[in-house]
């Protein structure tokens, strides 16, 4: 375990500076179909336009990439701003100015890119790492996933561009017929001709508009069933627009494997910056404290090469947690998000297999060598503002439930938002009687599931342990050193004690005194629990926790949502 819990940073500077790369992406394909001129087709031919189809896929595959791999996202940009007054020529786009506003791009990916961390860590001694017998082979599935990527897309790529020249020569050889426009059809996207034989026939176009009735126009004929406008040739080259991304993706994914391999390589070749740290070696992943002012200290995770753990915890078999106990150790590198650092614990050097991903600044109590407010068996130390008056007492049963009035207001909606859904899908195909079943069914299931994962579960809790009621059955966990209680980021409570491992929901919305906590008090409450058993050694068997019986107010839901069903359906 981590000794506290933080949010991902990010594997690079500022990661939400990508954000910029992709909004200006964004701002010059708006700029650009919005701003060119719309010609119609029957004034200049839609001839096909592969070149300036990979151009503004090359646009939306720097703005993928800078996500990947930043410089080479950079090329990418590169390559856009050549790619587009070349395009301009070569397939006549009508760009004019905007064919530079690919500049732009480039300006930003090369400003995202040099991106550093403004804050050095001062460390007066440099010296290179001891190099380990063999490296990890990191960046693997990268690499793997942007070869299938890059192959994929070439492929695709190819396959397209053949049918398009295959088509090319078949519009070469067809009769040109001139045919008669007779009325627009399917929401003006195409239009009816008729031929000097009378024969009709219906042609898809990209505007019905441009083509109004009685107008003559040339049409593209053969016996293999070709019906063409000749001024809107077939162009299948469109498809460059989403596979020249995925292109772009698996070079961002390429680049990126061999930019980690790369920096794991210099950090063993390069003297680099010491620091005395303490860590908790958990075998695969060694958390590391390092000491900065007085009060606090950087906390982040190094993933290793797996060795079996000196320190922290005992056999993984044993039913006693050790006390958390971190030791002194040697990092080498700046610990920075992305960065790679590898850490020497009791003279061995431990291999990194990925930069390092979270840094966060913690309060730091430097007797103890462990964050505060952490107990000595790595769990938080429970705050007394979030632990309720009533919950100080663990002797006596408590319980919580997370039921609240947004719950309910919650049922409500739910079921109403199904039986819609479901109704409107058996629309057409069902009789009046048929729907009105379906109605109140689908009201009832609604409100069934609402009961079981909204309204129902709840949790009883002494120094005995707890029992959970979750939305299919009741799960019972007796207090043990091992138990572990974290709040998620969905708002739960999350119990895990070896392999068993269950959640409780909080309350949403404000809580109601008494019955009720938000996350934060319910996990105070559960951890003095805890400490409490474990101290006094009064550990137990956990409280009962009957089922509930659904409450009037569910059945009041279902019949209002049922009889607005089936008076609807005898409406219509």
Do not use: K
Request: charged share 20%; with cysteine.
């Amino acid at each position: 375990m981590t000794l506290v819990s933080g949010m991902i940073t990010g594997m690079r500077p500022y990661p939400r500076a990508d954000h910029l790369v992709a909004g200006t992406a964004a701002t010059v394909l708006l700029l650009t179909v919005f701003t060119v001129p719309d010609v119609p087709c029957t004034a200049d031919r839609c001839d096909p336009e592969p070149v300036m189809s990979i151009a503004v896929g090359v646009l939306a595959a720097t703005a993928v990439m800078s996500y990947l791999h930043r410089w080479a996202a950079v090329g990418a940009a590169v390559v856009c701003a050549v790619l587009w007054p070349i395009a301009d020529r070569v397939d006549d786009s009508q760009l004019g100015w905007r064919a530079l506003l690919p500049l732009a791009l480039v300006v930003a990916a090369v400003g995202v890119a040099r991106l550093r961390w403004q804050e050095p860590l001062a460390s007066a001694v440099r010296r290179q790492p001891p190099a380990p017998h063999r490296l990890p082979a990191v960046g693997t599935l990268s690499g793997i996933a942007g070869a299938l990527l890059v192959a994929a897309g070439l492929a695709a790529m190819g396959l397209t561009l053949w049918r398009q020249n295959q088509v090319d020569a078949q519009q070469a050889a067809a009769d040109r017929l001139t045919a008669e426009v007779l009325e627009h059809v399917d929401d003006a996207d195409a239009v009816r001709l008729r031929l000097a034989d009378g024969t009709e026939f219906v042609a898809e176009v990209l505007s019905a508009s441009d083509y109004p009735v009685g107008l003559r126009v040339e049409v593209l004929m053969d016996d293999a069933g070709l019906r063409q406008l000749s001024t809107e040739p077939y162009d299948i080259t469109v498809l460059f627009l989403p596979l020249v991304p995925v292109v772009g993706g698996g070079v961002g994914l390429l680049a990126q494997a061999y930019g980690r391999r790369r920096m794991l390589r210099r950090l063993f070749a390069e003297p680099q910056a010491v620091h005395a740290v303490r860590v908790l070696d958990h075998g695969d992943e060694i958390a590391v404290l390092l000491p900065g002012p007085p009060g606090s200290a950087r906390q982040f995770n190094v993933v290793v090469v797996h060795e079996r753990p000196p320190h922290g915890l005992d056999d993984e078999d044993s039913d006693v947690r050790a006390r958390v106990h971190t030791v002194p150790a040697t990092l080498f590198g700046d610990p920075h998000a992305g960065r790679w650092c590898a850490v020497e614990v009791d003279g061995r050097v431990r291999v990194p297999t990925r930069p390092v991903a979270e840094v966060e600044t913690v309060p730091y109590d430097s007797g103890r060598g462990l964050p505060a407010g952490i107990e000595d068996d790595g769990e938080p130390a429970v705050d007394p503002a979030d632990l309720l008056p009533d919950d100080q007492d663990p002797s006596t049963v408590r319980e919580h439930r997370a039921a609240s009035l947004r719950s309910w207001a919650g049922t409500a909606v739910q079921a109403a938002a199904i039986v819609t859904v479901t109704m409107a899908a058996a629309a057409g195909t069902a009789p009046a009687m048929a729907l009105a079943v379906l109605g109140v069914v689908s009201a009832g299931v609604a409100c069934e599931l609402a009961w079981r994962y909204y309204l129902r579960p709840r949790a009883c809790w002494s120094v005995g342990g707890v029992s959970v009621l979750t939305p299919w059955g009741c799960r019972r966990m007796a207090w043990t050193p091992g138990t572990a209680i974290e709040i998620t980021e969905d708002g739960e409570v999350l119990l895990t004690d070896g392999e068993i491992t269950f959640a409780v929901p909080a309350a949403g919305g404000r809580p109601a005194a008494g019955v009720a906590r938000s996350p934060r008090q319910l996990a105070a409450a559960l951890r003095h629990a805890r400490r409490v058993a474990l101290d006094t050694g009064r550990v137990g068997p956990p409280p009962g926790l009957p089922a509930p019986r659904r409450p009037w107010p569910l059945y009041l839901i279902w019949v209002a949502v049922s009889a607005t069903a089936v008076a609807f359906t005898w409406l219509a």
